[in-house]
């Protein structure tokens, strides 16, 4: 069997782990500054009031005046879903995480360990723990087990057989499938709203009607695939951190601070020549939430300049201040290979000489002499302020 451990609003769970007391008061996820205005989870005091998620600000302030934003602390977030995801793994299970708050794994080989389906669900249960209110849901197919999941109560467990499967999918609200908002909306004006009526329909006119998103849609309705989870790879453990005395908002700075990250991370004799597949960078900001971005390398690498070139243009993102600066190795390869080129790529050579020349301007004219021109508001009307020299850091 297929089972799916679930944790609705888990990001706003994570942000309230901090205020405690907010959970039993109307509250909502803010949104993310420059985003749509639209609120994330909510708790079940702001849905009693009338407030939904996905619901737009001004309308749900207007529905519940006192209602209380909370920011978003993405960081924490994957930080308390990384310790459920290993007390899961210690307990035996191999986890395919399908994003935060929602995790897959096959009970088959642990069914034997604790004495039956049930008795292992139960034990995932008690491994995250009772403060995140889990429910899990198991059947044939990994898209029946969401249902189930989404179903079930939290601490409540639901096992669905592929006997009940279309009568148990039938009644469910469409949201459960996941497709395009778009499309979503096109099936209601059309009457679709369960998905038991998506699955009604002839395949060939849904994906002529909605294209490969609907035909998909279609298949989750009536069950889905069955396909096997495979457990995920265990993370690395490198992570390098830097503190800081006051707020930093000058980008420059947290550049540097970024490139003095990468070069001591790279360092670290844990690695032990393995290349970097993937890595994370997150800040804990002046307000008190957090930021985070992940970056995957096309290909594996230890190169200081293309690592940082994969997360430092991140930096422009910072939506406030910041008081601390983490950098973490998520994923690195197990070998320490690399096949060369038969030919140098064009341009190559003259890449190297230039390199050359700007380090021997360096070395003889002193540091800061070496400077790049950087936009910084090109919508400005004062030519000056419209770009900055910056110095080069190659």
């Not at 642990?110 to 899990?136: F, I, M, N, Q």
Request: charge should be neutral.
């Amino acid at each position: 069997m297929i089972a799916c451990l679930l944790i609705p609003g888990f990001d706003l769970r994570a942000a309230l782990r901090k205020q405690p007391g907010l959970a039993l008061r109307p509250a909502a996820l803010s949104p993310v500054a420059g985003t749509e205005p639209v609120l994330g989870p909510v708790t079940a005091e702001a849905e009693r009031l009338g407030v939904r998620p996905g619901m737009r600000l001004g309308e749900a302030l207007a529905t519940c005046p006192e209602l209380v934003l909370v920011e978003q602390d993405p960081a924490a977030a994957e930080q308390a879903w990384e310790e459920i995801l290993r007390a899961l793994e210690d307990s035996g299970f191999a986890v395919d995480p399908a994003g935060v708050g929602c995790v897959y794994f096959e009970t088959r080989g642990v069914e034997r360990l604790y004495g039956g389906l049930e008795p292992a669900l139960r034990r995932s249960l008690a491994a995250v723990g009772t403060a995140w209110d889990p429910r899990a849901g198991a059947a044939q197919r990994r898209f029946a087990a969401l249902a189930a999941a989404n179903v079930a109560r939290p601490g409540q467990i639901l096992v669905v057989s592929d006997e009940r499967l279309q009568d148990f999918l039938a009644p469910l609200p469409l949201e459960l499938v996941p497709m395009e908002p778009r499309r979503r909306a096109e099936l209601h004006e059309l009457g679709v709203k369960r998905v038991g009526q998506l699955a009604g329909l002839p395949g060939d006119a849904v994906a002529e009607r909605l294209g490969p998103d609907g035909r998909r849609a279609w298949g989750l309705a009536r069950g889905g695939k069955a396909a096997r989870v495979r457990g995920r790879r265990p993370p690395a453990e490198i992570v390098e951190a830097l503190e800081f005395p006051e707020a930093i908002g000058n980008e420059l700075t947290l550049r540097r601070a970024f490139g003095a990250l990468v070069e001591t991370l790279m360092a670290r004799p844990e690695r032990r020549g393995r290349f970097v597949r993937k890595l994370a960078l997150s800040a804990r900001l002046v307000g008190g939430g957090s930021w985070r971005r992940s970056a995957t390398l096309r290909d594996p690498t230890t190169e200081l300049a293309r690592i940082k070139a994969a997360l430092g243009p991140k930096l422009a993102e910072l939506p406030a201040p910041v008081l601390e600066l983490r950098l973490e190795l998520v994923e690195l390869t197990e070998h320490d290979g690399l096949q060369l080129e038969l030919l140098p790529t064009a341009g190559g050579e003259l890449d190297v000489r230039l390199r050359e020349g700007l380090r021997q301007v360096r070395a003889s004219t002193g540091s800061g002499s070496v400077n790049q021109v950087m936009e910084v508001a090109p919508w400005s009307r004062i030519p000056e302020t419209r770009a900055l020299f910056v110095p080069r850091d190659d």
